[in-house]
C-alpha cells in the first residue's frame, strides 16, 4: 500500500467462427454526428488464449482496521491490557471503570503468566456487599465497548474467555450490556474459591436481545484485588468456524478470488523495523501471542489475525496464498546486507511453517495448531514497495537465493517495476502498484500492450482510482477501473495476477480513501469498485476470445471470455463493455458462423453497473444506490439490438447451446446441460 504522501507508481473455448458485433455511437461532435464503430469478436481457436487460473484476486492489508476489529470477530479491544506498552502503570484504553475512587481501583502491573505479554491489570475492589461501604447497585469492576460498539445479536451465542487470578474468593459478573451499561443482553456468573494461581474461565453468553452498540462488563461486589488478562469475545458462529466475522468474509468470497495478498502492504514493513509485522510473534496460542503496534498506521493489533489464520483464510476461501515479509526494510531503517541472514533465516522458516512435513520444527508448531496438513503456499514476495531502498537489491538477491535452494518450486515477487525496464535482478514476478485519476486508469488499459513478453510476469498487486474523482467510493472509479482490467485481460499472457486496494475501512478508522467494503460493527456495503469486481469474477481461467475495435475510440473498451459456469455447468459467452464516455451506445450485435452452436434465449442476460450521477457512492444509510442490475434478455440471439448507457460497465452473459466444447490444448471434451 501507497502512503497517502507517497509518490504515485503507475480456454473453455467455443469453436465456432466469428462474433461481430456493430457499433453506431453517437458522441457530441458539431450536429448529432454518426461515428460508426464495428466491433469484432474472433471465436476461432487459432486466436483464442486461456487467461491465467490466478488472473483476479485479492489483496488484504491490516489498514483502517481492517482486520481487528474487521474481519478477525474477536469483540474486545486490547484483550490482553498491552496496548499501553509494557512499562506500567499503563493506559488501559479503551478499557473503563465502573463505579467511583471510594469503590474501585484499577491499574496495570506485570504480574502475567503469559512470558511474551507480562502486562495484567489488577483490581482492587474497595466497597462490598454488606459494612459500611457497600458496593453501588449494579457492582463495580470495568467494561470494553469492543471497535466502536459491540454488536450482539438476539438469539446468537458468545464465548467469553478471560484469564484470572487472585489471594481470596471471586464472584464475577460476565455480562453483554448496552452502550450504558444498563441493560443486561446476557450475563453469567464466575464463582471461585481458589484462584490463587492464574485460572482460565470460560463462560458461553446467548444474548436476550440484539445491540448494535454493546459493551462487555466484569463487575463485582465482592471485596478484595483480583487480576484479569487476555479476555475475549468471540461469536460462536464464525466463518467457517475459524474465527472470522461471517458477513465480512462472504464479501470476499462473492469475489471469486483465486489468490490473497497478505498481510501489506506498508503493514509489513513498519515505519520502523521494531514495530513491523513479525510472523512468528503471531503463531500459537491467541493469549500467548503479544501483539503489536502498527506504526504506520497507527493502531494496535492483538494479532488474533496472524500468519496462520492468514493460511487459513486463503483455504477457506480456495484461493492462493502470497505471502508478504519483511526483507529488513522498514519505512525509516533498513538492515545492511551483511547483516540479513537472521531475515532469511525468518523467510526460510516462515515457508517451513506453512509447507513443512508435520515433524519438521516449523511444520509441528503448524500441526499443533490443528492443521497438520501442509498449507498451499507457492508465492512469495519480499517486501513491500521498496525496490528504491538502499539495500533492497543485496537484501533481496541473499534470500532470493535461499529460498530458490530450499525450495526450487517457490514463485518470487520482486517490488521493482519490470514492466518498461527489464529487471537487474532474478525474479518469477514483479509488483506493479497504481493509483491515479479516473481518466489516467482509463487510459492504463495500454499499459502493458508493448511490455516484453519474455522474463518475469507482472503482479499488479495494487490499483485504485483515487483523490477528488475517487470520493469514499464513485461510479466514476469503478468505470475507470474496469477498463483498467480489461486492459488487463487482455494482456493477461504477460499480466498473471492483479488485486484492488484497499478491501477493507472500517468507518470508525479512515485511515485511505477509497475502499472496496466498507463496514462497521454491524453493517457493510461494497462501493461501485467493489461491485466492478464480480464483472471479472468469472475471467480467471476462462477463455480470452480475440476483440477488436475497428475504430478508435477514446471511451469505449471491451472483451469477450467463454467460461464454465460452475452453479449450472453450462458455458456462457461473456461480452464486457465499458462505456466511459457521457454519450450513449447504440449496439447491433451479429454473431457469424456459429457452426453448429447456438445462443439460447432463455438463460441469457444483461447486467448494468450505472447511475444517475458519475460520483454517486453507496453508504451505510444507502448501500444499494449503485448496483449491478441483472435482467434477462428474452432477445438473446444470432442477431439483436442494445443500448449501451453512457458511464456504464455492461457484461451480456450468452447461453451457449451445443454438442461439445473444447479446451483449447486438452484432449477433453466437455457437454453442456443444455443438450
Same mark, same amino acid.
Given at each position: 500500500?501507497?502512503?497517502?504522501?507517497?509518490?504515485?507508481?503507475?480456454?473453455?473455448?467455443?469453436?465456432?467462427?466469428?462474433?461481430?458485433?456493430?457499433?453506431?455511437?453517437?458522441?457530441?461532435?458539431?450536429?448529432?454526428?454518426?461515428?460508426?464503430?464495428?466491433?469484432?469478436?474472433?471465436?476461432?481457436?487459432?486466436?483464442?488464449?486461456?487467461?491465467?487460473?490466478?488472473?483476479?484476486?485479492?489483496?488484504?492489508?491490516?489498514? *483502517?482496521?481492517?482486520?481487528?476489529?474487521?474481519?478477525?470477530?474477536?469483540?474486545?479491544?486490547?484483550?490482553?491490557?498491552?496496548?499501553?506498552?509494557?512499562?506500567?502503570?499503563?493506559?488501559?484504553?479503551?478499557?473503563?471503570?465502573?463505579?467511583?475512587?471510594?469503590?474501585?481501583?484499577?491499574?496495570?502491573?506485570?504480574?502475567?503468566?503469559?512470558?511474551?505479554?507480562?502486562?495484567?491489570?489488577?483490581?482492587?475492589?474497595?466497597?462490598?456487599?454488606?459494612?459500611?461501604?457497600?458496593?453501588?447497585?449494579?457492582?463495580?469492576?470495568?467494561?470494553?465497548?469492543?471497535?466502536?460498539?459491540?454488536?450482539?445479536?438476539?438469539?446468537?451465542?458468545?464465548?467469553?474467555?478471560?484469564?484470572?487470578?487472585?489471594?481470596?474468593?471471586?464472584?464475577?459478573?460476565?455480562?453483554?450490556?448496552?452502550?450504558?451499561?444498563?441493560?443486561?443482553?446476557?450475563?453469567?456468573?464466575?464463582?471461585?474459591?481458589?484462584?490463587?494461581?492464574?485460572?482460565?474461565?470460560?463462560?458461553?453468553?446467548?444474548?436476550?436481545?440484539?445491540?448494535?452498540?454493546?459493551?462487555?462488563?466484569?463487575?463485582?461486589?465482592?471485596?478484595?484485588?483480583?487480576?484479569?488478562?487476555?479476555?475475549?469475545?468471540?461469536?460462536?458462529?464464525?466463518?467457517?468456524?475459524?474465527?472470522?466475522?461471517?458477513?465480512?468474509?462472504?464479501?470476499?468470497?462473492?469475489?471469486?478470488?483465486?489468490?490473497?495478498?497478505?498481510?501489506?502492504?506498508?503493514?509489513?514493513?513498519?515505519?520502523?523495523?521494531?514495530?513491523?509485522?513479525?510472523?512468528?510473534?503471531?503463531?500459537?496460542?491467541?493469549?500467548?501471542?503479544?501483539?503489536?503496534?502498527?506504526?504506520?498506521?497507527?493502531?494496535?493489533?492483538?494479532?488474533?489475525?496472524?500468519?496462520?489464520?492468514?493460511?487459513?483464510?486463503?483455504?477457506?476461501?480456495?484461493?492462493?496464498?502470497?505471502?508478504?515479509?519483511?526483507?529488513?526494510?522498514?519505512?525509516?531503517?533498513?538492515?545492511?546486507?551483511?547483516?540479513?541472514?537472521?531475515?532469511?533465516?525468518?523467510?526460510?522458516?516462515?515457508?517451513?511453517?506453512?509447507?513443512?512435513?508435520?515433524?519438521?520444527?516449523?511444520?509441528?508448531?503448524?500441526?499443533?495448531?490443528?492443521?497438520?496438513?501442509?498449507?498451499?503456499?507457492?508465492?512469495? #514476495?519480499?517486501?513491500?514497495?521498496?525496490?528504491?531502498?538502499?539495500?533492497?537489491?543485496?537484501?533481496?538477491?541473499?534470500?532470493?537465493? #535461499?529460498?530458490?535452494?530450499?525450495?526450487?518450486?517457490?514463485?518470487?515477487?520482486?517490488?521493482?517495476?519490470?514492466?518498461?525496464?527489464?529487471?537487474?535482478?532474478?525474479?518469477?514476478?514483479?509488483?506493479?502498484?497504481?493509483?491515479?485519476?479516473?481518466?489516467?486508469?482509463?487510459?492504463?488499459?495500454?499499459?502493458?500492450?508493448?511490455?516484453?513478453?519474455?522474463?518475469?510476469?507482472?503482479?499488479?498487486?495494487?490499483?485504485?482510482?483515487?483523490?477528488?474523482?475517487?470520493?469514499?467510493?464513485?461510479?466514476?472509479?469503478?468505470?475507470?477501473?474496469?477498463?483498467?482490467?480489461?486492459?488487463?485481460?487482455?494482456?493477461?499472457?504477460?499480466?498473471?495476477?492483479?488485486?484492488?486496494?484497499?478491501?477493507?475501512?472500517?468507518?470508525?478508522?479512515?485511515?485511505?480513501?477509497?475502499?472496496?467494503?466498507?463496514?462497521?460493527?454491524?453493517?457493510?456495503?461494497?462501493?461501485?469498485?467493489?461491485?466492478?469486481?464480480?464483472?471479472?469474477?468469472?475471467?480467471?481461467?476462462?477463455?480470452?476470445?480475440?476483440?477488436?475495435?475497428?475504430?478508435?475510440?477514446?471511451?469505449?473498451?471491451?472483451?469477450?471470455?467463454?467460461?464454465? *459456469?460452475?452453479?449450472?455447468?453450462?458455458?456462457?459467452?461473456?461480452?464486457?463493455?465499458?462505456?466511459?464516455?457521457?454519450?450513449?451506445?447504440?449496439?447491433?450485435?451479429?454473431?457469424?458462423?456459429?457452426?453448429?452452436?447456438?445462443?439460447?434465449?432463455?438463460?441469457?442476460?444483461?447486467?448494468?453497473?450505472?447511475?444517475?450521477?458519475?460520483?454517486?457512492?453507496?453508504?451505510?444509510?444507502?448501500?444499494?444506490?449503485?448496483?449491478?442490475?441483472?435482467?434477462?434478455?428474452?432477445?438473446?440471439?444470432?442477431?439483436?439490438?442494445?443500448?449501451?448507457?453512457?458511464?456504464?460497465?455492461?457484461?451480456?452473459?450468452?447461453?451457449?447451446?451445443?454438442?461439445?466444447?473444447?479446451?483449447?490444448?486438452?484432449?477433453?471434451?466437455?457437454?453442456?446441460?443444455?443438450?
Amino acid at each position: 500500500m501507497l502512503m497517502a504522501s507517497s509518490k504515485v507508481s503507475y480456454y473453455v473455448l467455443l469453436c465456432f467462427g466469428i462474433v461481430a458485433v456493430s457499433v453506431s455511437t453517437f458522441f457530441a461532435i458539431g450536429d448529432d454526428t454518426v461515428q460508426p464503430i464495428r466491433l469484432v469478436v474472433n471465436a476461432s481457436e487459432a486466436s483464442a488464449r486461456q487467461i491465467p487460473d490466478t488472473l483476479f484476486g485479492i489483496f488484504f492489508e491490516e489498514i *483502517n482496521h481492517a482486520g481487528a476489529g474487521g474481519i478477525w470477530a474477536e469483540l474486545v479491544s486490547n484483550r490482553g491490557f498491552e496496548a499501553g506498552g509494557p512499562n506500567t502503570p499503563s493506559n488501559i484504553y479503551p478499557w473503563s471503570i465502573i463505579g467511583d475512587e471510594s469503590s474501585i481501583s484499577v491499574s496495570t502491573d506485570r504480574s502475567s503468566c503469559f512470558d511474551r505479554n507480562k502486562v495484567a491489570l489488577r483490581m482492587e475492589v474497595l466497597c462490598d456487599s454488606r459494612d459500611n461501604n457497600v458496593c453501588p447497585t449494579g457492582e463495580v469492576g470495568i467494561y470494553n465497548p469492543g471497535f466502536w460498539g459491540m454488536n450482539i445479536e438476539e438469539g446468537k451465542a458468545y464465548k467469553v474467555t478471560l484469564f484470572v487470578r487472585s489471594l481470596g474468593e471471586i464472584d464475577v459478573s460476565v455480562s453483554l450490556t448496552d452502550s450504558r451499561g444498563l441493560k443486561k443482553l446476557a450475563t453469567a456468573s464466575i464463582i471461585s474459591s481458589d484462584v490463587s494461581n492464574w485460572s482460565k474461565m470460560e463462560v458461553l453468553l446467548t444474548a436476550t436481545e440484539t445491540n448494535y452498540n454493546s459493551r462487555l462488563q466484569l463487575t463485582t461486589s465482592k471485596k478484595g484485588v483480583i487480576w484479569f488478562d487476555q479476555v475475549s469475545a468471540m461469536p460462536v458462529e464464525t466463518y467457517k468456524g475459524h474465527g472470522f466475522r461471517n458477513d465480512l468474509v462472504q464479501m470476499m468470497a462473492d469475489l471469486k478470488p483465486r489468490f490473497i495478498r497478505f498481510p501489506g502492504g506498508c503493514f509489513v514493513e513498519g515505519e520502523w523495523l521494531r514495530n513491523a509485522f513479525r510472523w512468528k510473534e503471531t503463531i500459537g496460542p491467541w493469549e500467548q501471542r503479544p501483539g503489536h503496534f502498527g506504526d504506520v498506521w497507527m493502531y494496535w493489533t492483538d494479532d488474533g489475525l496472524g500468519y496462520f489464520e492468514f493460511l487459513q483464510l486463503a483455504e477457506d476461501l480456495g484461493a492462493a496464498p502470497v505471502w508478504v515479509f519483511n526483507n529488513g526494510i522498514s519505512h525509516q531503517d533498513q538492515v545492511d546486507t551483511s547483516n540479513i541472514s537472521p531475515f532469511v533465516q525468518e523467510a526460510l522458516d516462515s515457508i517451513e511453517f506453512a509447507r513443512g512435513d508435520p515433524n519438521s520444527t516449523w511444520g509441528s508448531v503448524r500441526a499443533a495448531m490443528g492443521h497438520p496438513q501442509p498449507f498451499d503456499l507457492k508465492y512469495v #514476495a519480499l517486501g513491500n514497495e521498496d525496490c528504491g531502498k538502499k539495500n533492497y537489491r543485496g537484501n533481496y538477491v541473499k534470500i532470493y537465493n #535461499a529460498l530458490k535452494r530450499a525450495y526450487p518450486d517457490i514463485k518470487i515477487i520482486s517490488n521493482c517495476d519490470g514492466s518498461s525496464v527489464k529487471l537487474d535482478h532474478p525474479a518469477d514476478y514483479y509488483d506493479f502498484h497504481i493509483y491515479t485519476s479516473a481518466n489516467q486508469m482509463f487510459s492504463m488499459a495500454h499499459k502493458f500492450d508493448k511490455t516484453s513478453r519474455t522474463g518475469p510476469k507482472a503482479f499488479v498487486s495494487e490499483y485504485a482510482v483515487t483523490g477528488s474523482d475517487a470520493g469514499t467510493g464513485s461510479l466514476l472509479a469503478a468505470i475507470a477501473e474496469a477498463g483498467f482490467l480489461i486492459g488487463l485481460e487482455k494482456n493477461s499472457d504477460i499480466v498473471e495476477m492483479a488485486s484492488y486496494a484497499p478491501l477493507f475501512v472500517n468507518t470508525n478508522d479512515r485511515r485511505w480513501n477509497p475502499d472496496a467494503i466498507v463496514f462497521n460493527s454491524s453493517h457493510l456495503y461494497g462501493t461501485p469498485s467493489y461491485w466492478m469486481q464480480q464483472f471479472f469474477a468469472a475471467s480467471s481461467g476462462a477463455t480470452l476470445l480475440d476483440t477488436t475495435l475497428d475504430a478508435n475510440s477514446s471511451s469505449l473498451i471491451a472483451s469477450s471470455i467463454v467460461w464454465k *459456469n460452475a452453479d449450472d455447468n453450462n458455458y456462457y459467452l461473456r461480452i464486457k463493455i465499458v462505456n466511459f464516455g457521457s454519450n450513449k451506445v447504440n449496439l447491433k450485435i451479429s454473431v457469424y458462423n456459429l457452426n453448429g452452436y447456438s445462443i439460447r434465449k432463455s438463460g441469457s442476460s444483461q447486467t448494468v453497473l450505472t447511475s444517475a450521477n458519475l460520483m454517486d457512492e453507496n453508504s451505510l444509510n444507502n448501500p444499494k444506490k449503485v448496483l449491478p442490475l441483472k435482467a434477462s434478455l428474452n432477445t438473446a440471439a444470432e442477431n439483436m439490438d442494445v443500448v449501451i448507457l453512457s458511464h456504464s460497465i455492461t457484461s451480456f452473459e450468452l447461453l451457449i447451446e451445443s454438442n461439445t466444447i473444447r479446451m483449447p490444448g486438452s484432449h477433453h471434451q466437455f457437454s453442456t446441460s443444455a443438450i
